[in-house]
C-alpha cells in the first residue's frame, strides 16, 4: 500500500465500517512555551462519545452517561448529531439536556474538508462548513475538530498554505462563534507531526489558534512526547487521552487497538507532566475504539474510563 493510501484517515475508516464508526500548540504566533504557573493547573475530564461508538445508543443517553459517570464535559460527533437532525431530533432540547446534566460541549469532532487547496476555491465545501459551525453554534458547543481530511497533493502539503487556510478558516468561525482546532492525524501526510502544527499554529498569527492532540496520534505521527514542550498550553483545550499495547508496532498499530489509559505502554506519565508544565488546564478526553470495549455496558464502559484517567494523572502528577 503506498504512503498516501495508508495514511487514508484511521478515524474516518472507522466510521466506514461500523455504520457511526467512521480517525500546541501556540499562544498566538510564538513558538516559546510558557512558563510553568507557580499554582499547577488542574485537568479536567471530557468523554468522547466514540467510546460509546459500538453501543448505538441514542445521543441524549450518552449525555446522561457521561453526566452520571463524573464527566465534566462531552465531545459530540458531528455525524451523529447531524443524523439526529435528519431523524427529527430537537437541537434546543438536546442543548438543554447536555446543561441541565451539568455538562459543557467543549468540541466536536467533524470531517470537513478545509485543508486541500481544491476545497479552497470549493462553495459546496464552504457552504458543509458553515452547516457544521452552525450546528456546534446551535448546540452551545465551543470548538470543532479541522482534521487533514483529503490532503494528498504537494499542494495540500505545504504548511504555509495551510496556515493561510487556516487562518480564514478561523475567521469563519468567528461568525458563528466556534473555534476551530486543528488535529493531529499520525497517519496523515501533513499535520502528523507535533512540529507540523507548531509551525502552522505560529504561522497563522491568530490568538485563536488552537490544536487538539491525541496520545495513539502522537505515537503513530512519530513525534517525541517531549516535544510536548515546545508547545503553549493556552493553545491546548482538549487532549484525546488513550493508550495502546506494545505489540503490533507502531507502524502497524490502528485506532482500534487503543486501550484504557494505564494499561497499555504509552509514557502518559511523561506527557501529563509535560501539559502541566506548559500551563494546560484544560479537558482530557477519552478516546477509544475499541471492540471489546462495546461488549460492555456502556456505563461501565466510562466509569471505568474515568477512573483509570484519574488514577494515570494522580500517578503522573506524584513523579
Not at 485543508?115 to 459546496?124: D, G, L, Q, V, Y
Not at 508547545?231 to 495502546?244: A, K, P
Request: glycine share 10%; net charge neutral; with cysteine.
Amino acid at each position: 500500500m503506498s504512503e498516501s493510501a495508508d495514511c487514508r484517515l484511521p478515524r474516518r475508516e472507522v466510521f466506514r465500517r461500523g455504520g457511526y464508526c467512521l480517525g500546541a500548540a501556540l499562544a498566538g504566533p510564538s513558538i516559546v512555551a510558557a512558563a510553568a504557573p507557580a499554582a499547577a493547573p488542574s485537568f479536567r475530564y471530557c468523554l468522547n462519545t466514540a467510546t460509546l461508538l459500538g453501543h448505538k445508543l441514542p445521543l441524549t443517553e450518552e449525555v446522561e452517561i457521561a453526566a452520571a459517570a463524573g464527566y465534566q464535559a462531552i465531545e459530540l460527533w458531528l455525524p451523529r448529531v447531524q443524523d439526529f437532525v435528519r431523524q427529527g431530533g430537537s437541537l434546543p432540547d438536546l442543548k438543554k439536556r447536555i446543561a441541565d446534566s451539568g455538562l459543557s460541549l467543549e468540541s466536536t469532532i467533524a470531517f470537513g474538508e478545509w485543508i486541500t487547496e481544491a476545497s479552497e476555491h470549493s462553495a459546496e465545501k464552504l457552504d458543509a462548513w458553515k452547516r457544521d459551525l452552525d450546528l456546534v453554534a446551535q448546540l452551545g458547543g465551543r470548538r470543532i475538530c479541522a482534521s487533514p481530511l483529503g490532503a494528498s497533493k504537494p499542494a495540500d502539503c505545504d504548511l504555509q498554505k495551510i496556515a493561510g487556510r487556516y487562518g480564514r478558516l478561523l475567521t469563519l468561525g468567528r461568525t458563528f462563534g466556534v473555534t476551530p482546532q486543528l488535529e493531529l492525524w499520525g497517519r496523515a501526510p501533513v499535520l502528523h507531526r507535533l512540529g507540523e502544527i507548531a509551525y502552522v499554529l505560529a504561522e497563522v498569527g491568530d490568538p485563536a489558534a488552537c490544536a487538539v492532540l491525541d496520545v495513539i496520534h502522537i505515537y503513530t505521527g512519530g513525534s517525541p512526547p517531549a516535544g510536548l514542550r515546545a508547545l503553549n498550553g493556552n493553545s491546548l483545550h482538549i487532549f484525546h487521552m488513550n493508550d495502546y499495547p506494545a505489540d503490533p508496532p507502531r507502524e502497524k498499530i490502528t485506532d482500534a487497538m487503543r486501550v484504557y489509559p494505564g494499561d497499555g505502554v504509552a509514557p502518559l506519565g511523561e506527557m501529563l507532566r509535560s501539559l502541566r508544565a506548559i500551563g494546560f488546564c484544560g479537558f482530557l478526553s477519552l478516546e477509544l475504539f475499541n471492540q471489546r470495549y462495546w461488549h460492555q455496558p456502556a456505563r461501565t464502559v466510562a466509569r471505568v474510563g474515568l477512573e483509570k484517567m484519574r488514577a494515570v494523572v494522580a500517578q503522573a502528577l506524584r513523579g
